[in-house]
């Protein structure tokens, strides 16, 4: 990260001394709170302590928290439960009472950490919001007509993020919009009524939201606005077969080209609503860096392409980056000055999606692995005894104990350039978390052009081109593929497998589960504490 605009230095110096926390979702009254006469005495502290201060939660430094960067959490669930990544056990490491091998294998139960994690981080997100809009609302006068309005917005749009994961992941969820609802009364809603009412609350508030880039520095920086809640409003409306679907275990879906939304006031289908927002992305100046590796720079907010990061910075921020630090061998870490925990692999789908090995080989493959012989600086990198560090994808599997390849099988993340100033063996980095990008933009534009009976050739191969590939006819199946190849380590494959209908069925190296083939697993269990503190919440299907 640079030197960040001075109002923006400032603003997070006092945000972060200020900000109100809360340690649940169902701890309604926290305590360490500032006395709400101080807080709110002036526009700068009400703005401070009700938007801002929700901007603390967007990445994180603690297992369960963030939408990226740490462990145990949103990302975790949604890597390690697809064809993408896994986390194998490696002898003594990795077992961890089975966690990773669930994840891997869909054996996912409402007493798991994660699961319980993500949903108390999502609530504790929403209830701030519901929070912050009421104090909005109480001391009013302290803003104009405009201020007023655009940080209403703000909040909304913030909460209507985290539904939108709620929405994604738990499908039937309790909807609260006011502080004055406690969640232990909260009512559960069906999957589609939570799809429409997040669709109409960013349909609301778009024109108040700033016309603004989020990724580069400046005033807008890390926040959400107008562009953001395109890119949302896109992912939801290709997903919208899935995420309308009140019971998705009966084989059924709506139809996308008969499922009709509102957009700014025009009623397009499912697939015109998701291209729709893809042009107001192409409309804004969005494009593909030249270079790949660009968007995940060390310093990487100048990108053209990224539209919505976690703003990191070693200095000024606490948010931390775990993934790096996760996959590397132990010597691979002491190469680098760093240690590391030898765990998070590919899949041998994954690789082989690349064609590694071949004389096909996907030039991302490089860009987003490290394989093979280890070397750092042009220096070969040794194990303890005196043999080369080398990386054996091909040898993954679910359970590496007692195998020649316990501790070096797998290809590891790579990705994001090593910062070599980082702190905390590299958790404490200064590239920004990337969480939304052009070239998504581009793949789900070819998707949804293809599901529509168009032709989505241009989309796909500009991407491709961009890597120095070749063309490649747009279908479902290629789109699925490049998908994968094009958004590595970035937590968009189970999502991605469910819209496809793969995400319940065997793959790589996961057979189906007895009772899957009705896609129940397609959605996480309501965690069963938050069942057992609100008793009107009744569990999804299957679990």
């Known amino acids: 990260m640079k030197h960040l605009h001075k109002t923006i230095v400032l603003r997070l110096a006092i945000f972060c001394i200020l900000a109100s926390t809360l340690g649940s979702c169902l701890d309604e009254n926290p305590r360490d709170r500032i006395d709400e006469k101080e807080a709110f005495s002036t526009a700068e502290g009400l703005v401070l302590n009700t938007l801002f201060n929700l901007y603390n939660n967007i990445g994180g430094n603690k297992k369960g928290e963030g939408l990226q960067g740490t462990t145990h959490g949103i990302y975790d669930l949604n890597t390690f439960s697809s064809d993408e990544a896994i986390l194998p056990t490696r002898g003594v490491d990795w077992y961890d009472g089975g966690l990773w091998k669930c994840l891997y294998y869909h054996m996912f139960s409402p007493s798991m950490q994660p699961i319980g994690d993500s949903w108390n981080y999502l609530y504790k997100v929403i209830v701030m919001c519901n929070q912050s809009l009421d104090h909005i609302n109480k001391y009013y006068y302290l803003l104009d007509e405009y201020s007023l309005e655009a940080i209403k917005a703000e909040v909304r749009g913030i909460r209507a993020l985290y539904y939108y994961y709620l929405l994604d992941m738990f499908g039937r969820v309790p909807y609260v919009t006011s502080s004055s609802t406690s969640m232990r009364e909260a009512k559960q809603v069906s999957r589609s009524t939570l799809f429409h009412n997040v669709w109409d609350e960013f349909q609301e508030i778009l024109p108040a939201l700033a016309d603004e880039r989020s990724n580069t520095e400046g005033d807008y920086y890390g926040r959400m606005t107008r562009h953001v ?6 992912k939801m409306a290709l997903n919208a077969q899935i995420w309308t679907d009140d019971d998705w275990t009966d084989d059924e879906r709506p139809d996308g080209g008969r499922l009709l939304l509102e957009c700014d006031g025009e009623m397009l289908n499912a697939w015109e609503a998701c291209i729709y927002y893809c042009d107001q992305l192409t409309i804004a100046g969005y494009k593909l860096e030249n270079n790949y590796e660009n968007n995940f720079a060390v310093y990487n907010e100048e990108s053209k392409e990224n539209i919505f990061t976690i703003p990191m910075d070693k200095i000024l921020y606490s948010n931390e980056f775990h993934y790096l630090f996760r996959s590397r061998h132990n010597n691979h870490g002491n190469a680098i000055g760093m240690a590391a925990e030898n765990g998070t692999s590919a899949t041998l789908s994954a690789v082989e999606t690349y064609g590694y090995g071949t004389n096909h080989q996907d030039k991302r493959y490089e860009m987003n692995f490290f394989s093979d012989t280890l070397y750092i600086n042009n220096n070969m990198v040794y194990l303890d005894n005196g043999e080369p560090l080398v990386y054996y ?7 590496l104990t007692d195998t020649p390849f316990e501790k070096t099988a797998g290809a590891r993340m790579k990705k994001y350039e090593l910062d070599r100033t980082a702190y905390s063996d590299g958790k404490l980095q200064d590239n920004d978390i990337v969480l ?11 998707e949804a052009k293809i599901r529509n009976g168009e032709d989505g050739d241009t989309e796909l ?42 995400f319940h069925l065997p793959y790589d190296m996961r057979p189906q589960l007895n009772g899957e083939d009705n896609a129940y697993t397609t959605v996480f269990p309501i965690p069963g504490r938050a069942i057992s503190l609100n008793n009107q919440l009744t569990q999804n299907p299957g679990y």
């Open 461 to 502: 191969n500009a991407v491709r081109n961009r890597v120095d590939m070749g063309w490649r006819k747009a279908t479902l199946k290629n789109i699925l593929e490049e998908r994968l190849m094009e958004l590595q380590w970035e937590g968009w494959r189970r999502q991605d497998l469910i819209r496809f209908g793969q």
């Open 229 to 234: 809640a395109w890119f949302v409003l896109a």
């Open 436 to 446: 939304f990008r052009y070239a998504d933009v581009l793949l789900m534009k070819s």
């Open 393 to 399: 994808p091909l040898e993954i599997s679910v359970d």
